[in-house]
Nanobody, 117 residues
């Protein structure tokens, strides 16, 4: 059974930093394309960052230069380093995994990030 478990969310002041982690189990991690999504209250879930099985990364425009997605295959973990956080980054952040071979997708339970003074 595939499981994705996020951690690292919390309350941070504007301009601060947080690092989210998503640990995968029950699947061969290195074949997964990994992504971070977020959903703010009253808004649709949006894609934040992607890191492919080969290590290529893409970001939504609003986080470019502030967020960095990375992965450590040996730890079955993907990270999202978030710097210079803004109140508009407040959302529940979700980890997503997609198999590069079949396209099957999996979701974590989400972790709350709140940016407020």
């Amino acid at each position: 059974q595939v499981q994705l478990v996020e951690s690292g969310g919390g309350l941070v002041q504007p301009g601060g930093s947080l690092r989210l982690a998503c640990a995968a189990s029950g699947i061969i991690f290195r074949i997964l394309n990994m992504a971070w999504y977020r959903q703010a209250p009253g808004k649709q879930r949006e894609l934040v960052a992607v890191i492919t099985s080969g290590g290529s990364t893409t970001y939504t425009e609003s986080v470019k230069g502030r967020f960095t997605v990375s992965r450590v295959n040996a730890k079955n973990t993907v990270y999202l380093q978030m710097n210079s956080l803004k109140p508009e980054d407040t959302a529940v952040y979700y980890c997503n995994a997609a198999r590069a071979d079949t396209g099957a997708t999996y979701w974590g339970q989400g972790t709350q990030v709140t940016v407020s003074s």
